[in-house]
Each structure stands twice: as structure tokens, then as C-alpha cells.
Antibody, heavy 121, light 108 residues
């Protein structure tokens, strides 16, 4: 059974940093591209970032480019999102999501339950 | 950036009726389109990919159609568990990967 378990969310002041983690199980982690998708309170879904299975290729939304860094540790089956220079508009539930294969672009077949990030003073 | 527009924003339907949701792309995405269902407090769930392919375990009452810029998600006989928000997502031209604003299917 595929499982994705996010952690690391919380309350942070504007300009602060957080690192999100997503521990994966039930599939061959290194064979799947992974993404972060966020959802502001009461709003729709917004793609944030994607990383290839090897970790060699990364992609970002313009809204987070230069502030967020996606990475993965395939030996630990873990996906990360380092978030720096956080802004109020980054407040959202952050989901990690799994691609069904090695191609980086496409749909996601499993999603974690999400972790809430609140940026406020 | 490809803009995805969903309509209507809210759809009021009685259980047992058919629901038809629309998604329009600002330029052609071929068949590179997915649909997701999201219930309150839950993560999105994949329903359809490739515009018309049902994901594993998705009931046959869910069907997707369309290509290019116009897409439809049809729920043939609405069950109580189908009341939720539905999102379309394109993956033809990226970054960015983009979603529609969602359609809320509510009980009439």
C-alpha cells in the first residue's frame, strides 16, 4: 500500500524558514518523480515544485523560485521542501504527491494528507 | 502559462442524477489532462488521466472526455459520496503545471 506522510509544518514568522518532509512507502521511491502541491485556506490547488526520481532535475513555480528548494534522499525514501524567506501568501496545506512513473510531467496518482504551514507574525 | 477554467463554480444536483462538469484550457493540451476529487479535510484523489482513462479503483460512473481545449467530467448517477470539489489539471506545457479553479458538486 502506497503511503506518503508529510511533516514539518507549523507557524512561522514572515521571513522565516521551514523544512517539510514526506516519507514514502509501498513503492519504489527512486522510480517516481515527486512533487509538492499546496492549497491556501479555502482556495484551489497550486503546483509548487517537482523533482525527478534521481533528484537530478528540479522545477519550480515562479512564485517560489529562489526561495524554496526541493530535494530527496532515495536511501531514506524521503522528499523534502526547504522553504526560506516565507511570506504570508505561502500559508497553505502542503501536499506531497507521487507520479506513477519516472517522467516528471503528468498527473499524480497518490497524495499525502498534507501539512499546514502558517506564516504570520 | 496555460490557464484552466472550470465551470460552473458550483453545481447543485440531486442524488441519482447526472452531473456534467466542464474544463477549458487557454490553449491546446491535447489529451494531457487529469481530474481529481477532493472532499473536505482530505487530500485530492486521482479520478481520470489522459483525459478519459479512469484511475485504478475509480467506479465506472465517472467518465472523462474531450481533447484540445474542451474537457468534460461526467458522473452518471450521483452517489452521496460524490459530493465534493473536482479539479482539472493540465500537464502538456510546463512549468507550470496548472489546475482549474474547481467545481463544487453540492446536494440539491
Amino acid at each position: 500500500e502506497v503511503q506518503l506522510l508529510e511533516s514539518g509544518g507549523g507557524l512561522v514568522q514572515p521571513g522565516g524558514s521551514l523544512r517539510l518532509s514526506c516519507v514514502a512507502s509501498g513503492f519504489t521511491f527512486s522510480n517516481s518523480a515527486m512533487s509538492w502541491v499546496r492549497q491556501a485556506p479555502g482556495k484551489g490547488l497550486e503546483w509548487v515544485s517537482t523533482i525527478s526520481g534521481s533528484g537530478g532535475s528540479t522545477y519550480y513555480a515562479e512564485s517560489v523560485k529562489g526561495r524554496f528548494t526541493i530535494s530527496r534522499d532515495n536511501s531514506e525514501n524521503t522528499l523534502y521542501l526547504q522553504m526560506n524567506s516565507l511570506r504570508a501568501e505561502d500559508t497553505a496545506v502542503y501536499y506531497c504527491a507521487k507520479r506513477p512513473g519516472i517522467t516528471v510531467a503528468g498527473h499524480w496518482d497518490f497524495w499525502g494528507q498534507g501539512t499546514l504551514v502558517t506564516v504570520s507574525s | 502559462e496555460i490557464v484552466m477554467t472550470q465551470s460552473p463554480a458550483t453545481l447543485s444536483v440531486s442524488p441519482g442524477e447526472r452531473a456534467t462538469l466542464s474544463c477549458r484550457a487557454s490553449q491546446s493540451v491535447s489529451n494531457n489532462l487529469a481530474w481529481y476529487q477532493q472532499k473536505p479535510g482530505q487530500a485530492p484523489r486521482l479520478l481520470i488521466y489522459g483525459a478519459s482513462i479512469r484511475a485504478t479503483g475509480i467506479p465506472a460512473r465517472f467518465s472523462g472526455s474531450g481533447s484540445g481545449t474542451e474537457f468534460t467530467l461526467t458522473i452518471s448517477i450521483l452517489q452521496s459520496e460524490d459530493f465534493a470539489v473536482y479539479y482539472c489539471q493540465q500537464y502538456k506545457n510546463w512549468p507550470p503545471l496548472t489546475f482549474g479553479g474547481g467545481t463544487k458538486v453540492e446536494i440539491k
